[in-house]
Every structure is written in structure tokens, then in C-alpha cells.
């Protein structure tokens, strides 16, 4: 369509930053205290990448993910986020095939071994895993928002899609298919935020 | 409660005075206000003057000048507090003399958030509900807009209009068809940001609208070259969307001091400046600012009850944005 390029970034945007911040605290309510949990066990899920050279270990940890995309798909994007935004509907589809997908490649299959891998990939995946943990949830607050519109692993989107980049290049055989997605979520999830605080300035 | 229905009476003289404003504009403090049940709701500052109207050229129907956009603004999920506050900005919008309320399947929540305020303050009598149909192929607009106007809570819509012109020619079989079943009262096509202008004058000299929805603010005056005289000479009623341009020209010219002049237009702020330019263009039958709170609500309507400025004011009022922006 030609008229594309007449779009704005803030075009897309259905909704204002406050109701967006009123939902995700509304949800981090709701689902409180399982935001910790996921985080720790985030934490552990990467001291047994870094650590363990046990497959049923690493198949744990893809099980976590796996999980984590899932239950992300059916408790952010189809019950909440979609009450604002139809296009959820479509993003939980898309985060419950990522999830399945990980789950396939990584538990059921066990082909996403954490070892061998060299010093740089270790300190690069590491640290963009401990980037989602422990520092996207610092984010909102950073921003001046409230801590209960703290997003973090598990339970939201972004730092789900940038911690399994990160698990993702702790396993050396990792394929690159397994990236797309989360690189596209990551990339939507940055866009929107940025659209927002545009919006709301 | 159910909202008390005027008698016959005042149904007599709402209607004269509805007539007086749109024939002549003549001082519209004679027009009587519509009531509504009382509610917690902060009581306006001053005393509600009826805005003015102008008719739908199709059949001559008067609408105020300033409808209630949704657009965003209505778009707050399942928030109680939130769709309460916008229950709000409706009962005051009604209170204040308004009509027309705009929305879409496209905006999220805020169908159900109309409905919701429409029940909640009993207002579904009062109101000009005006919808889209956004949704391809044509074949499933049907089962759009009956899933529309029960979000609504309506059991037709005034208004149905094809958003951005996505699958127009399917759907304006079906809404000519609804129309002509009298399920639907006008049939229309949306667009906004200037986009699809030539698509969108050919369907205006093709079909027989009663409706174009299109962007128009002091700053975005492009339809002004093509579709609003397209519309005059067509006999389609206008609405204009995002006279604010969804507060960002409203932030622009918050830099810059209200000119004195503007007072003389009975402007004290930029937002009646900018409103009173969109709606005092002859073609234009509404214009449709969207807003979260009751007194910008009020002042909306209220910039629709004072003197509108003539053709040399509005060059100047443009002339002068032109030079700040």
C-alpha cells in the first residue's frame, strides 16, 4: 500500500502509557509472587548453562524456557494484553510456537547443549542473560514509573525474548531459526517502548 | 434509573430550538439541555449552553458541532476505574449538549467502554452512534458490526462508515443494503492523516455517502484543497478527526503565547482556538476530539456554543498557526 509511509511510529499505538502501566500492574498483582520465582530460577537455569555439562540439566533449562514463552503467550498476551491490543491475540500464537519450539529442540530432542562453547560466547550470552534478570526489571523504575509496572523474566515479553537470546548463544549448536522470533519480539517490545515514552512525553 | 424522556413539550421546543440554531444560528442559549440522572459527577462551572448544530445534508438532521472521539483515549481494557472515568467524560459530554460518539473495532477496548458508559448512565437513547466496519474480505463485515453493536449496546448504529477505505466496495454493499433495510440511518467512509485522498474523492463522486470522516486541524488542512468543497457540492455531511492531531499540535503551540485577537473569537486557550478552526468551517457537520477528562470535555462542547469566526478569521487564524509551527 502506498499510503505506508505516512505512518508514524505512534500511528500503531492503540493505547496511552497510562493504560498500558495500569495492565501491567494490574497483572503483576494478579500473578505476584511469581515473578521472583521465575527470576531465580532464571538465575539457576544460568549457573547450569554455565556449569553443568549434564543434558538432562540442559533439557531443565530449555524447559524452563519453553515454559516461560508459554505461559507468557496464555497469561500476558491472551488475557491481558489482548483487552487493549487485538494484535496479542496473534503474538500469543506466535509466543506458544516459540515456546513449543524450544521445547522440541531443547527438552524433548536435547540438541541445545550448553557445551562446548568458547570464553567469549560464554561472557556475551551470560551477560545478556543477566541483563533480562537482573536489569529489565530496573527499567520502568529507571523510567520514573511505578516498581509495580516492573517488567521482568517469565512473566513479560521482552526480558523473556532477551534472556533465550542469551541461553541461545550459551548453546554453541544453538540454530539460528530459534533466534527469529525473539529477535522480532525484542525489536517490537523496544519499538513500542520507545513509541510510548514518545507518546506520553 | 432510566433517563427521564422529555414530554411532549419539551420535545416541541427542543426540536424548535434546534431548527433556530441550525437554520440561522441564532443565539443558541434558548436551546433546552438534555438532562441526565444525577450522578457523583463534578457539576459543570458554569451554566451549559447547548453548542450548535449544523444538518446532515442527506436528511437534514441537526448534530452538534463537536462529537466525542474514541480513539485511544476509550481504550482502557478491563480497568474499572478507567472505564469509569471515561463513563464519566460521556455523562458529561451528553450533559453538555452532545451527541455523536466515534469509534471502531479497531480501537481496542473501546467499544465495550462505550457500552459500558452508554448502560451505566443510561444514555443509549441520546446518543449518535456512529461505528466503522474494519475488517477483509468484505464477506465478514456483517458479522463484525453485529458484534460491534452489541459491544455497544445498541440495536443499530446512526452511523456506519468504512474505516480507511479497507474493502470499501464490498462494504458499502452491505451498509447501502442495511441502510435501505432501515437497520442503519447513514452510510460513510473514513480515512484520516490525508491518506488515499484520490481514492477517497472518487468513491465521493461515485456512491451515494452521507458521511467522509477525514483528518482536518489548523495545522493539517490539506482536505480543505479537494474534499471539503467535494463534499459541499456532493451534499456529504464531514466529520473531523484529530483537530487536536491526538495533542501533538496542541503541545506545539503551547510554546507560543494565544495571540491576543483570539479573544475576539471568545478563544481563551489553544485548544478553543483550535477547535473553533475546525468546526467553523462550513463543510465540516462535527469534528470528534478525544479526550479522558471532564473538563476538556466540557470545553469542547463549549467552544461549539460561542460566535464562530467568518471566512477572513480563520484565514488569520490559520495564517498566524502557519507562522508558529
Known amino acids: ?201 | 434509573m432510566p433517563m427521564p424522556l422529555p414530554s411532549a413539550d419539551r420535545r416541541t421546543l427542543l426540536r424548535r430550538g434546534l431548527m433556530l440554531s441550525v437554520c440561522g444560528m441564532l443565539p443558541v442559549h434558548a436551546q433546552p439541555r438534555r438532562e441526565l440522572p444525577a450522578t457523583s459527577l463534578p457539576p459543570s462551572p458554569s451554566a451549559v449552553v447547548a453548542p450548535l448544530m449544523r444538518p446532515i445534508p442527506s436528511s437534514s438532521e441537526p448534530v452538534p458541532l463537536v462529537g466525542l472521539g474514541s480513539w485511544i483515549t476509550f481504550n482502557v481494557g478491563n480497568d474499572p476505574a478507567a472505564r469509569e472515568q471515561c463513563a464519566d467524560v460521556m455523562q458529561a459530554f451528553f450533559g453538555a449538549g452532545g451527541k455523536l460518539i466515534d469509534c471502531s473495532p479497531m480501537y481496542g477496548s473501546s467499544q465495550e467502554v462505550i457500552g459500558h458508559g452508554l448502560r451505566s448512565r443510561n444514555a443509549a437513547a441520546g446518543v449518535f452512534a456512529a461505528d466503522k466496519v474494519w475488517v477483509s474480505p468484505g464477506a465478514r463485515g456483517p458479522a463484525q458490526i453485529d458484534t460491534s453493536s452489541s459491544r455497544w449496546g445498541v440495536p443499530r448504529f446512526d452511523l456506519l462508515q468504512v474505516h480507511n477505505l479497507l474493502s470499501w466496495q464490498e462494504h458499502l454493499v452491505t451498509l447501502f443494503a442495511m441502510k435501505a433495510a432501515g437497520r442503519l440511518r447513514y452510510v460513510g467512509i473514513s480515512t484520516s492523516e490525508g491518506r488515499r485522498h484520490a481514492e477517497l474523492e472518487q468513491i465521493m463522486r461515485s456512491q451515494p455517502l452521507d458521511f467522509v470522516q477525514v483528518t482536518y486541524s489548523l495545522r493539517d488542512r490539506r482536505v480543505e484543497e479537494r474534499i471539503l468543497p467535494l463534499a459541499q457540492e456532493r451534499g456529504i455531511a464531514v466529520i473531523a478527526n484529530r483537530p487536536f492531531e491526538q495533542g501533538d499540535l496542541l503541545r506545539i503551540l503551547a510554546r507560543h503565547p494565544l495571540p491576543a485577537w483570539a479573544a475576539e473569537l471568545q478563544c481563551s486557550s489553544w485548544a478553543q482556538f483550535a477547535l473553533k478552526f475546525a468546526i467553523s468551517n462550513p463543510a465540516v457537520t462535527c469534528a470528534i476530539p478525544a479526550t479522558t477528562r471532564i473538563d476538556h470535555v466540557r470545553e469542547n462542547l463549549a467552544v461549539a456554543t460561542g460566535r464562530l469566526p467568518d471566512a477572513a478569521a480563520r484565514a488569520r487564524m490559520a495564517a498566524h498557526t502557519d507562522k508558529l509551527l
Open chain 1, 1 to 201: 500500500m502506498s499510503e505506508w509511509w505516512s505512518y508514524r511510529l505512534g500511528s500503531f499505538l492503540l493505547f496511552s502509557q497510562r493504560t498500558y502501566g495500569s495492565l501491567v500492574a494490574s497483572y503483576n498483582a494478579e500473578i505476584w509472587p511469581l515473578q521472583p520465582v521465575l527470576v531465580a530460577l532464571g538465575l539457576v537455569a544460568l549457573v547450569v548453562a554455565a556449569r553443568s555439562r549434564s543434558p538432562l540439566h540442559a533439557r531443565l533449562v530449555w524447559l524452563l524456557l519453553g515454559g516461560a514463552w508459554c505461559w507468557v503467550a496464555w497469561a500476558f498476551h491472551l488475557r491481558r494484553f489482548s483487552t487493549i491490543n487485538w494484535a496479542a491475540e496473534y503474538l500469543a500464537w506466535v509466543f506458544a510456537l516459540q515456546g513449543m519450539a524450544l521445547l522440541w529442540a531443547g527438552a524433548v530432542h536435547s540438541s541445545l547443549s550448553f557445551q562446548p562453547r568458547s570464553p567469549a560466547r560464554s561472557a556475551l550470552g551470560g551477560g545478556i542473560v543477566v541483563v533480562a534478570l537482573l536489569a529489565w526489571p530496573l527499567v520502568a523504575p529507571g523510567l520514573g514509573r511505578p516498581w509495580a509496572q516492573a517488567e521482568s523474566f517469565g512473566s513479560f515479553p521482552d526480558p523473556t525474548a532477551i534472556a533465550t537470546l542469551g541461553f541461545l548463544t550459551l548453546a554453541p549448536r544453538a540454530p539460528g531459526w530459534l533466534m527469529v522470533i525473539p529477535l522480532v519480539v525484542g525489536a517490537l517490545g523496544l519499538t513500542m517502548a520507545w513509541a510510548l515514552q514518545i507518546a506520553a512525553a
